[in-house]
Each structure stands twice: as C-alpha cells, then as structure tokens.
C-alpha cells in the first residue's frame, strides 16, 4: 500500500487536500505559488524532489494554470512530461480544478463519482 508514501502537489493553497487526501506535500512545497520558490535553482529543488518522491496527483486551479507555468517552467516542463490531465471539477465549489495524474504510475482503482483514478 503506497498511501503513507504518497504525496500529493498542490499549485494552489488548498490545505484541506493533504488533510483528507491523508498525503504529504510534494516537491517540498505546501503549494506552488507564482513568484515564491521561482528561481532556477528553487524550481531545480522542487522538480529533484518531485522525481524522488511518488506523486501520483497534482490539482491546479484552472484559472490560475497559465500564470503558473509562466512563472516556473522547469516545474511546469516536469508535469508536462510526467502528468496527464485527468479530469476538471468544482468538487462542488465555485473554482474549476484541473486534476492531473501522474503517467508513470499505474492506478489502483478508479473513483466512479468523479471518473478519477485512485492511488494506493
């Protein structure tokens, strides 16, 4: 069972996923923020990290994605390369989330609700 090693990215401040998700932050940040961990050497950090750690899922805000990736292309060059756009949902809020999972992983289940493949 890979849920008390699994992590979870965040690119937006979303504190309650690692709560109910039960996962820790991924890449050593509690969440991507535009112009905080940006320099080339931070976001070289953050992708080492993300390579060393099993992140099966990253969830985005929709409409903050392109300001996002603007503002850490070497972290937006790895999801890219490791991630899949899985799905979009409000999760019943007012916000569009963009779910990503990661390609290199293979799902364990799938949560019929929302489509979404499941992870340990």
């Known amino acids: 069972m890979h849920r008390t090693i699994d992590r ?5 401040f979303l504190p309650e996923l690692n709560f109910y998700s039960e996962r820790g ?3 050593g940040q509690v969440y991507l923020l535009v112009g905080w961990h940006a320099s080339m ?6 992708v080492a990290r993300l ?9 985005l805000d929709e409409a903050s994605q392109d300001a996002t ?9 790895h999801v890219r390369e490791h991630y899949t756009v899985a799905a979009t949902s409000t999760f019943g809020g007012d916000r ?21 493949a499941c992870f340990g």
């Open 51 to 59: 390579v060393r750690q099993r992140v099966p899922v990253m969830i």
């Open 25 to 27: 932050f991924a890449g």
């Open 96 to 116: 569009v989330y963009v779910v990503y999972v990661n390609r290199d992983l293979s799902p364990t289940g799938n949560y019929e609700p929302l489509g979404l």
């Open 69 to 77: 990736w603007a503002h850490l292309p070497l972290v937006a060059d």
């Open 8 to 12: 979870v990215l965040a690119a937006n």
């Open 41 to 46: 050497t931070d976001q070289q950090l953050t």
